[in-house]
């Protein structure tokens, strides 16, 4: 592609929030201009966890084969007493939306797959060594001015901004959106080491009101270290290798300490922005919020945040969708964004109780909740953890759904046997966008000409789940799983799993589902509410641009 600088969208900052954002666009064949200031990834300790919803975006963006190669999955953390008993032991097995839910990475290979990953797309151009110095919003777009690699002042134009450049945002700044919260006064020393011998492929968190501990294991031989700071510690002092050494030597014991490679001092920060869009510019990441890393969720939220705005951005520039969806982005994201900041709050104020009486009052509690039926799993599987749920957004608008309803939910991840014989799980089967499903029905039937024609202008696809052919005979005519019906094109795929027969055992009239991009159901209907559901959407989604339709 000839280099130009006039896209669909600029992303400003190629961390782990940007380039998801950048490759999903590519995914989704939109034009984008990515620049950063630093010319090669940052080598300093920061996210090691990534979870079971961020790998699902990386399974879209066709990169999660090439990402879990340098990751330990499904990994446990286990929870200790200041005076060394067990306290909770947590190790998620269920896998609802597909991958493992605790796993462990090295950030620099990390970001690197993603570089790569973006540099597969022709219309993704990234720039390094590109600096924002200053933005402007316009009536069809946003101008830039970068300062190159060179020195030299470049202006760049785009349909949208997205400023996912970390905590001291250059575009958070120019746009003026405030970045609120606290900052905890507790300083924090981060320890990366090589060479590791620790016994244990998992995580310990070491309780303490005086000096709690963090112990990661990472991919490679590589642990991270994170302990609690004195008031009257120097940072000086306490990153010097003599005094980390004699830091990590009581948690190693007998075995030979391991090879420092690096440590700093962090501030936790607990701060959201008042808005996550501004115009045509919109924040992301840590542009957006800030947490502290208690419960490793920060880069997550970045990347939920990349995966919502990556698929709305698509909609919009092709035409398909109205600028009206853009608005749903911050509706969407900027509350379970502090939902998490909060809760990883809590979470760091359990590592470190105020005194021994109030750690002990902590453990009553953890024992009274896992001998209480469905505590322990609750612990376990991890299920403390706020899921995200859209009550307003991108779905079928219904004043009356109740809070327990699944949409404005992430849709779980089967698997499910194809024509070929060969068991898929359900992302791989239903493509990149939109997908419309039918529990044991071809969804094509319920839609009129002109709705199955809007459907297939938005370039959704139509999937029809049936039981397995040993439990029950054929419908529709007899289709075959992985054969698309001749009059519909709709494919047909078997529920070897049984996880559609039970989500209908609990919830029999949910024969109707429309799954966003990102797998979060915009529509869950039965059969004689199907249509009228769908055409909510579409008033949601905004009438479509045939000028620019693609």
Known sequence: MTPSNSVDVLVVGAGPCGMTLANLLGVYGVSCILIDRDTEVLD????????????????????????????????????????????????????????????????????????????????????????LVHLEQEDEGVQATVKSAQGEPVTLRARYLVGADGGRSTVRHEVGVPLTGTTAPVRWLVVDVAEDRMEGLYSAVHCDPVRPVLTIPLPYGHRRFEFKLREDEDEDGVTRPANIRALLAPLYGSTTLPTVLRGRVYLHHSRIADTFSSGRVFLAGDAAHLQPPFFGQGMNSG?????????????????????????????????????????????GRMYSPWSKLTERLRTLVFRAVSRVPGGRDYILQMKY??????????????PARPRNHPVGKMFMQPYVETGSGAKAKLDDVLGPWFA???????????????????????????????????????????????????????????????AFREWQATRPGDEFFVLRPDRYLAVVSDRRGAAAALRDLRDVLGAPDPERAR
């Open 436 to 498: 419309l499903v039918g529990v044991r029905f071809d969804p094509a039937e319920l839609l009129g000409p002109e709705d199955l024609a809007w459907w297939r202008a938005l370039g959704g696809t139509l999937i029809q789940v049936d039981w397995p052919r040993s439990e029950s005979r054929p419908l529709n005519g007899g289709a075959r799983a992985g054969r698309p019906r001749a009059d519909t094109g709709t494919e047909v795929v078997e529920d070897v799993d049984g």
């Open 385 to 398: 953890k706020p899921m995200p749920r859209y009550a307003t957004g991108a779905l079928a608008a219904d």
């Open 44 to 131: 300093f300790p920061r996210a090691v966890g990534i979870d079971d919803e961020s790998l699902r975006s990386y399974q879209a963006a066709g990169l999660v084969d090439d990402v879990l190669k340098d990751v330990i999955q499904n990994t446990a953390i286990r929870y200790y007493t200041s005076w060394g008993r067990l306290l909770a032991h947590v190790s998620p097995s269920g896998r609802p939306f597909g991958w493992p839910r605790r796993n462990l990475f090295l950030q620099p290979l990390f970001e690197a797959t993603l570089r790569r990953g973006a540099r597969r797309f022709p219309r993704i151009d990234i720039r390094l060594g590109h600096e």
């Open 303 to 347: 990347i939920r945040d990349a995966t919502n705005l990556a698929w709305k951005l698509a909609a919009v520039v092709s035409g398909r969708a109205g600028e009206q969806l853009l608005e749903t982005y911050d509706a969407e994201r900027r509350g379970h964004a502090a939902q998490m900041v909060g809760f990883a709050t809590r979470i």
